[in-house]
């Protein structure tokens, strides 16, 4: 069974990086792309890009300027850095599997809750 | 982007009737290379993740019950629950993935009448 966890601060200062990581168990990160989405409180949820093992990766335009991901094969971890935070960017992240390099996401994290406050 | 809508917004509906949900995409997701549509259906319950329903717009996800089926195609498409169970609370997206970034529409909402 593939589970993904997320993990990382979940409070994040104006202006400040926010950093996420997805930690994944029952498959290797080598076999998909993996992706980061959220979900404003009460609201939809937004694509934030994905990355593949060989590094690889694709951001929403939207949001290009500041994000970076990462992945640690050693781990079968990937990560998120969101630079320059504001108030729009609280919300629940959630880490997942992305089927294909533009499909549809089958395993997701059971999100956690970044707040931006100082 | 492609914008994708839903409607309604919210549906109640009793116990073991059929509940419909509509989903339509700014521009066609019809995708020519295998004659599918580039659609899926996530299932949203209050604290959860989503969960995969159905992808290629009417093709069930591996567990999903059979009373969930999707339809439609080009710009228009249609989730629908034939038999309404308590356990089918909770909000319904769809999203495209026929060109990046992918999109998800509003959600739908769908409760016990």
């Known amino acids: 069974q593939v589970r993904l966890q997320e993990s990382g601060p979940g409070l994040v200062k104006p202006s400040e990086t926010l950093s996420l990581t997805c930690s994944v168990s029952?498959?290797?990160?080598?076999?998909?792309?993996w992706s980061w989405i959220r979900q404003p409180p009460g609201k939809g949820l937004e694509w934030i890009g994905y990355?593949?093992?060989?590094?690889?990766?694709n951001y929403n335009p939207s949001l290009k300027s500041r994000v970076t991901m990462s992945l640690d094969m050693s781990k079968n971890q990937f990560s998120l850095k969101l630079t320059s935070v504001t108030a729009a960017d609280a919300a629940v992240y959630y880490c997942?599997?992305?089927?294909?390099?533009?499909?549809?996401?089958?395993?997701w994290g059971q999100g956690t809750l970044v707040t931006v406050s100082s | 982007d492609i914008v994708m809508t839903q409607s309604p917004d919210s549906l109640a509906v009793s116990l073991g009737e059929r509940a419909t949900i509509n989903c339509k995409s700014s521009?066609?997701?019809?995708?020519?290379?295998?004659?599918?549509?580039?659609l899926a259906w996530y299932q949203q319950k209050p604290g959860q993740p989503p969960k995969l329903l159905i992808y290629?717009?009417?093709t069930r996800e591996s567990g999903v019950p059979d009373r969930f089926s999707g339809s439609g195609s080009g710009t228009d498409f249609t989730l629908t629950i034939s038999s309404l169970q308590a356990e089918d609370v909770a909000a319904y997206y769809c999203?495209?993935?026929?060109?990046?970034?992918?999109?998800f529409g509003p959600g739908t909402k769908v409760d016990i009448k």
């Open positions: 521009q066609s997701v019809f995708y020519s290379s295998n004659n599918k549509n580039c």
């Open positions: 290629w717009a009417s």
């Open positions: 029952g498959d290797s990160i080598t076999t998909y792309y």
């Open positions: 990355i593949y093992y060989s590094g690889s990766t």
């Open positions: 997942a599997r992305l089927v294909g390099t533009s499909g549809w996401f089958d395993y």
């Open positions: 999203q495209q993935y026929s060109t990046t970034p992918p999109t």
